[in-house]
T-cell receptor, first 110, second 115 residues
Framework: QKEVEQNSGPLSVPEGAIASLNCTYS??????FFWYRQYSGKSPELIMF????GDKEDGRFTAQLNKASQYVSLLIRDSQPSDSATYLC??????????FGTGTSLTVIP | GAVVSQHPSWVICKSGTSVKIECRSL??????MFWYRQFPKQSLMLMAT?????????EQGVEKDKFLINHASLTLSTLTVTSAHPEDSSFYIC???????????FGNGTRLTVT
């Protein structure tokens, strides 16, 4: 079983819609959760992190964490073509070991 | 936010030569740095983990004598690709994190082409 699993997609949404990206993790002891965005040919950039159950909002982005069900999601409201990228979910336990999913490719259609 | 600087951003070298890539954390102390490589349309592949002042821990299948990693200070790590071959051509990305629950911050990556 992989540490972190994501649907590889591709996920396509029309411009202005809500894009929903999901991630599940296997270790119940996981403590910190991160979402990264990676444009083609570029390195990943941090979008959001969440540590506690519930929602965390930052502009058009909302991260949702449910530790009981072991999933973390990212919602992108009012999706824009510039949001088209691969989104990576990452999880850490104690210490500095980061576990990445394989990423979900998102395309926002104008 | 935290900044990780990686140089060079691209390099072309001849087969058999060595290439050094630098990774610096500019505004925080990086207790741990990670080196990844990524082939086109593929996922990040972790190569090694390094802690300041310690030897790097390499992932299975990564040759430590070929990919030399030095993490001499809390702000600098280097990756040297020794005796490079065309199959080493890839996108190399460093990342760094601080203490506690700090996120991982990535450098801009180095695109290596070995001719």
């Amino acid at each position: 079983q992989k540490e972190v699993e994501q649907n590889s997609g591709p996920l396509s949404v029309p411009e202005g819609a809500i894009a929903s990206l999901n991630c599940t993790y296997s270790d119940r002891g996981s403590q910190s959760f991160f979402w990264y965005r990676q444009y083609s040919g570029k390195s990943p950039e941090l979008i959001m992190f969440i540590y506690s159950n519930g929602d965390k909002e930052d502009g058009r982005f909302t991260a949702q964490l449910n530790k009981a069900s072991q999933y973390v999601s990212l919602l992108i409201r009012d999706s824009q073509p510039s949001d088209s990228a691969t989104y990576l979910c990452a999880v850490t336990r104690t210490g500095n070991q980061f576990y990445f999913g394989t990423g979900t490719s998102l395309t926002v259609i104008p | 936010g935290a900044v990780v600087s990686q140089h060079p951003s691209w390099v072309i070298c001849k087969s058999g030569t060595s290439v050094k890539i630098e990774c610096r954390s500019l505004d925080f102390q990086a207790t741990t740095m990670f080196w990844y490589r990524q082939f086109p349309k593929q996922s990040l592949m972790l190569m090694a983990t390094s802690n300041e002042g310690s030897k790097a821990t390499y992932e299975q299948g990564v040759e430590k004598d070929k990919f030399l990693i030095n993490h001499a200070s809390l702000t600098l790590s280097t990756l040297t690709v020794t005796s490079a071959h065309p199959e080493d051509s890839s996108f190399y990305i460093c990342s760094a994190t601080g203490q506690g629950r700090s996120p991982l911050h990535f450098g801009n990556g180095t695109r290596l082409t070995v001719t």
